[in-house]
């Protein structure tokens, strides 16, 4: 997404000129403490002007679908009515809500130790689905404070050593935080499928054990969001093509993504037989389109924006007397004079 301004703390205000005739800031300006109403204090999911039934959703897999990725239209725009204009508008006009509902689940959990809430984004998707725009322009435009993103590429030795979920609980994300996973523990029944380096009753058996790890976490506090850009063959091999034609995008290109282009059926066949047996009531997938980079944007940044809503985070009570502090403050610019 094109980047939007976040919410930040509110911006110094600008220095006086230096050199004679510069006049002082106003006292009664310097004295006056801003506050925010209880029209602000409310989370806000949509954009103003957005209607409910014009909602980017994906295509939401349902527990218990024993179907084929290929149903899914990779060029649709599920619930939205709108062409790139228009979505790449919209993008800009939720970042805002985006960024307060992650502030405010970052406060709420400010100083926290243990327990509360957070919320992990799992994005999958085949080399030049769009992952990298995601991780910029959906995810780029929250205080970065307040998320960590982690990509999990092929496993170390070390990594090796242990079950495949070993690597992936650390970077589970604290209360108040939002996780991202760049590829993620679903690597280990898909390229493994793919490549024949593991057995059905293996890939069983880890399919298994990430539906126990999920249901762990949610039970802990953690909200699931499970997305898989969907991207046609075809759209593949333009991206490819513009990174080998375009000198600033030759470091995107791999000649091992040639070589995995080539086992294209199966992973569509892995991915379906994954999303089949891991898509559950705790954590459930969406298969968001992506040969149009703009509405998986927009799709995915909705689901962020459902997810943060549902929590609801509030922004904490003070742990002191305001007042009190007020007029302390009050004091030292009377002090000043």
């Known amino acids: 997404m094109a980047q939007a301004k976040k919410q930040q703390s509110p911006r110094p205000t600008k220095s006086t000129k230096q050199g004679g005739g510069a006049k002082s800031a106003k006292p009664a300006r310097s004295a006056k403490v801003a506050t925010k109403s209880s029209r602000d204090l409310r989370p806000v999911v949509l954009a103003p002007g957005s209607l409910p039934d014009d909602v980017p959703s994906g295509f939401p897999v349902p527990p218990g679908w024993t179907g084929d990725v290929h149903e899914f239209d990779p060029h649709a725009t599920p619930g939205f009515d709108g062409g790139k204009k228009k979505g790449e508008k919209r993008l800009l006009a939720c970042d805002d809500s985006l960024a307060d509902l992650q502030e405010r689940l970052f406060a709420a959990h400010h100083g926290a130790t243990s327990g509360g809430r957070s919320v992990l984004l799992v994005v999958q998707g085949m080399d030049t689905s769009g992952k990298g725009g995601i991780m910029r322009h959906v995810v780029g435009a929250v205080d970065p404070q307040g998320i960590s993103i982690t990509a999990f590429k ?24 939002i996780g991202v996973f760049d590829r993620s523990h679903y690597e280990d029944v898909l390229i493994h499928r793919v490549h024949g380096w593991a ?76 999303l089949s047996a891991t898509s559950t009531p705790h954590a459930p997938w969406v298969v968001v389109p992506a ?47």
């Not at 092929?154 to 935080?177: K, M, S, Y």
């Open 291 to 337: 040969d149009r980079k703009w509405y998986a944007r927009i799709a995915v940044q909705q689901l962020l924006l459902q997810a943060l809503g549902e929590i609801d985070p509030q922004w904490p009570a003070a742990d002191f007397d305001v007042a009190e502090q007020t007029a302390r403050l009050r004091e030292t610019f009377a002090s000043q004079r």
């Open 154 to 177: 092929a496993p170390t030795e070390e990594e090796r050593q242990h079950d495949f979920l070993w690597r992936i609980r650390p970077h589970v994300p604290a209360a108040g935080q």
């Open 199 to 274: 057995d059905a009753e293996e890939i069983e058996r880890r399919c298994a054990a990430i539906n126990a790890f999920e249901k762990e976490i949610t039970d802990s506090g953690v909200t699931i969001v499970k997305v898989m850009l969907h991207l046609s063959y075809a759209e593949q091999g333009e991206r490819l093509i513009e990174r080998l034609e375009r000198p600033d995008k030759h470091w995107k290109f791999n000649p091992g993504d040639i070589d995995e282009r080539g086992y294209w059926s199966a992973y569509m066949d892995a991915y379906s037989k994954a």
